[in-house]
Protein backbone atom coordinates (compact mmCIF):
# COMPACT_ATOMS: atom_id res chain seq x y z
CA UNK A 1 0.00 0.00 0.00
CA UNK A 2 1.08 3.27 -0.91
CA UNK A 3 0.52 6.51 1.43
CA UNK A 4 -1.53 8.87 -1.13
CA UNK A 5 -1.56 12.33 -0.27
CA UNK A 6 -5.36 12.69 0.54
CA UNK A 7 -4.47 10.04 3.65
CA UNK A 8 -2.72 13.05 4.90
CA UNK A 9 -5.69 15.03 4.57
CA UNK A 10 -7.73 12.81 6.31
CA UNK A 11 -5.46 12.17 9.21
CA UNK A 12 -4.46 15.45 11.16
CA UNK A 13 -2.46 14.47 13.83
CA UNK A 14 -2.46 12.33 16.58
CA UNK A 15 -3.91 13.41 20.02
CA UNK A 16 -1.54 12.40 22.99
CA UNK A 17 -3.60 13.39 25.89
CA UNK A 18 -4.27 10.90 29.25
CA UNK A 19 -7.31 9.81 28.05
CA UNK A 20 -5.52 8.92 24.79
CA UNK A 21 -3.12 7.21 26.41
CA UNK A 22 -5.65 4.65 28.68
CA UNK A 23 -6.80 4.20 25.17
CA UNK A 24 -3.84 2.94 23.44
CA UNK A 25 -3.45 0.37 26.80
CA UNK A 26 -6.61 -1.09 25.02
CA UNK A 27 -4.97 -1.34 21.30
CA UNK A 28 -6.73 1.75 20.55
CA UNK A 29 -5.00 4.54 18.77
CA UNK A 30 -6.44 8.89 19.19
CA UNK A 31 -6.28 10.86 15.98
CA UNK A 32 -7.69 13.99 14.59
CA UNK A 33 -9.10 13.96 11.55
CA UNK A 34 -10.74 16.27 8.74
CA UNK A 35 -14.74 17.11 9.90
CA UNK A 36 -16.04 15.39 6.70
CA UNK A 37 -14.03 12.48 6.88
CA UNK A 38 -16.03 9.18 7.54
CA UNK A 39 -15.00 5.94 9.42
CA UNK A 40 -14.02 3.71 5.50
CA UNK A 41 -11.96 7.33 4.59
CA UNK A 42 -9.88 6.92 8.09
CA UNK A 43 -9.65 2.99 7.97
CA UNK A 44 -8.40 2.64 4.89
CA UNK A 45 -5.84 5.88 5.71
CA UNK A 46 -4.65 4.68 8.74
CA UNK A 47 -3.96 1.54 7.10
CA UNK A 48 -2.04 2.81 4.34
CA UNK A 49 -0.41 5.54 6.57
CA UNK A 50 1.44 2.69 9.38
CA UNK A 51 0.73 -0.47 7.75
CA UNK A 52 -1.51 -2.18 9.81
CA UNK A 53 -4.53 -3.93 10.16
CA UNK A 54 -7.86 -1.92 11.75
CA UNK A 55 -10.47 -3.67 13.55
CA UNK A 56 -12.76 -0.65 14.37
CA UNK A 57 -12.90 3.20 14.00
CA UNK A 58 -15.04 5.54 16.37
CA UNK A 59 -15.48 8.82 15.69
CA UNK A 60 -16.70 11.82 18.25
CA UNK A 61 -16.99 15.45 17.60
CA UNK A 62 -15.83 17.98 19.95
CA UNK A 63 -18.04 21.48 19.65
CA UNK A 64 -15.88 24.76 19.72
CA UNK A 65 -15.84 26.70 23.15
CA UNK A 66 -16.92 29.72 23.26
CA UNK A 67 -14.16 32.04 25.06
CA UNK A 68 -13.34 35.45 25.35
CA UNK A 69 -10.15 36.76 24.21
CA UNK A 70 -8.85 40.43 25.23
CA UNK A 71 -12.28 41.20 26.35
CA UNK A 72 -13.58 40.09 22.72
CA UNK A 73 -16.15 37.05 21.76
CA UNK A 74 -14.44 34.15 20.18
CA UNK A 75 -15.20 30.49 19.36
CA UNK A 76 -12.36 27.63 19.02
CA UNK A 77 -13.05 25.56 16.04
CA UNK A 78 -15.23 22.15 16.17
CA UNK A 79 -12.57 19.21 16.35
CA UNK A 80 -13.81 15.45 15.22
CA UNK A 81 -10.92 12.74 16.68
CA UNK A 82 -11.07 9.21 15.63
CA UNK A 83 -10.29 6.28 18.35
CA UNK A 84 -8.94 3.41 15.77
CA UNK A 85 -8.81 -0.23 17.71
CA UNK A 86 -6.30 -2.22 16.00
CA UNK A 87 -6.11 -5.89 15.67
CA UNK A 88 -3.51 -8.15 17.69
CA UNK A 89 -0.33 -7.95 17.35
CA UNK A 90 -0.49 -4.36 15.43
CA UNK A 91 0.91 -1.04 17.35
CA UNK A 92 1.64 2.25 16.42
CA UNK A 93 3.99 4.80 17.84
CA UNK A 94 2.62 7.98 17.64
CA UNK A 95 5.73 9.41 18.94
CA UNK A 96 8.14 8.83 16.35
CA UNK A 97 6.01 10.65 13.56
CA UNK A 98 5.69 9.37 9.86
Same mark, same amino acid.
Given at each position: /??????????? +?? *???? &? @? %?? $? %?? #? %? =??? !?? &? !?? *??? =?? *??? @? #?? !??? $?? =?? @??????????????? +???? $? /???? @??????? !?? $?????????????
Amino acid at each position: /MSAKAEHYDVI +RK *PVIT &E @K %AT $L %AS #E %A =NAV !VF &E !VA *PDA =NK *PQI @K #EA !VEA $LF =NV @KVKAVNTTITKGKTK +RFRG $L /MGKR @KDVKKAY !VT $LEEGNTIDVTTGL
